[in-house]
């Protein structure tokens, strides 16, 4: 079946630095991508829609200048968390749509702890 | 606007137990509608989806019927295993998700 992998896994940083986490979908193309935020025990949060070779269209109270993306490609879509806080700190997941099935794919996530 | 409904947990079952989970949605149309299951420290799987009103999602003994009447989208299953101890998420197609049920399944 479609896969769709995260990249790094887990990341630890420190406070005012920034991390990029990439979101590849590995046998199929996606011309849109989606980036969802999880706390602990809760469900996800969808931060913004990532759609390739335009801009990327944020949900409602999440900042574009701190999470910027990008989808350069039809398989590559990026987020990066800008001068992150601890606050920061969350379980990052994408998922990758595929049009002719009309499923989303998710990949398994990217874990950030910002200290 | 898309919204879904899921039934609050935690959940707590016994092996062979019957397991339901309550979804209902609140959509223009008749979107597509998904149950995705994350398993500890795993990301979302796909579980099953229907994709029409009378339309009836199954994998792993799981089952949910797309029920355009009562717009619910519930998961069934006959007999749990301690292996289906996970949370449980319905959603649309227009990426509307419910807020998880975890599901612990004893032995």
């Known amino acids: 079946g479609a896969v769709v992998s995260q990249h790094p896994s887990w990341v630890i940083c420190k406070s005012g630095t920034s991390v990029k986490i990439e979101c590849r979908s590995l046998d199929f193309q996606a011309t849109t991508m989606f980036w969802y935020r999880q706390f602990p025990k809760q469900s996800l949060m969808l931060m913004a829609t990532?759609?390739?070779?335009?801009?990327?269209?944020?949900e409602q109270g999440v900042e574009k200048d701190k999470f910027l993306i990008n989808h350069a490609s039809l398989t590559l879509s990026t987020l990066t968390v800008t001068s992150a806080h601890p606050e920061d700190s969350s379980f990052y997941i994408c998922?990758?749509?595929?049009?002719?099935?009309?499923?989303?794919?998710f990949g398994p996530g990217t874990r950030l702890l910002v200290l | 606007g898309d919204s879904v409904t899921q039934m609050e947990g935690p959940v707590t079952l016994s092996e062979e137990a019957f397991l339901t989970i309550n979804c209902t949605y609140t959509a223009t149309g008749y979107p597509s509608l998904f149950w995705y299951v994350q398993y500890p420290g795993e990301g979302l799987q796909l579980l099953l989806k229907a994709t029409k009103a009378d339309d009836k999602g199954s994998n792993k003994g799981f089952e949910a019927t797309y029920r355009k009447e009562t717009t619910s989208f519930h998961l069934e299953k006959g007999s749990v295993q301690v292996s289906d101890s996970a949370v449980y998420f319905c959603?649309?197609?227009?990426?509307?998700f419910g807020a998880g049920t975890t599901v612990t399944v004893r032995a």
């Open positions: 959603a649309l197609a227009k990426l509307s």
């Open positions: 990532s759609n390739e070779g335009s801009k990327a269209t944020y």
């Open positions: 998922s990758a749509r595929d049009n002719i099935l009309e499923t989303q794919y």
